[in-house]
């Protein structure tokens, strides 16, 4: 069954651009929602009831996990599209060229 799903999904993802540029967005997302829907009422419908616990975890759990992985690729790329269009102005100093402190820290522990 999950393989199935997969191939399911990976029709999904690869069919939806081109569904997207030839129709109406939003007849697509009407059209989306209905295959979702119609994939959750025959999942219900296949699925015994003693086995919807497990159902439900696992959906959850890779919801979850999709969601916090989304987040981090798309943090990660943000921060590097944003740090690599980013300047230093020159008024800025280097470390290099920051003043140095006169004394070590470990000088103002006391014994």
Not at 95 to 104: E, F, V
């Amino acid at each position: 069954m999950t393989g199935l799903f997969n191939q399911r999904v990976i029709l999904g993802a690869l069919a939806a651009p081109i569904v997207a540029s030839r129709i109406c967005p939003a007849y697509a997302i009407v059209l989306g929602l209905l295959v979702v829907s119609a994939g959750f009422l025959i999942d219900r419908r296949v699925r015994p009831p003693e086995r919807a616990g497990a159902a439900s975890s696992l959906s959850e759990t890779s919801g979850e996990l999709g969601a916090a992985l989304g987040v981090a690729a798309l943090g990660s790329i943000g921060t590097a599209v944003y740090r690599g269009g980013m300047e230093v102005p020159a008024e800025i100093a280097s470390p290099a060229q920051l003043p140095q402190p006169r004394t070590s820290p470990r000088s103002l522990v006391p014994n």
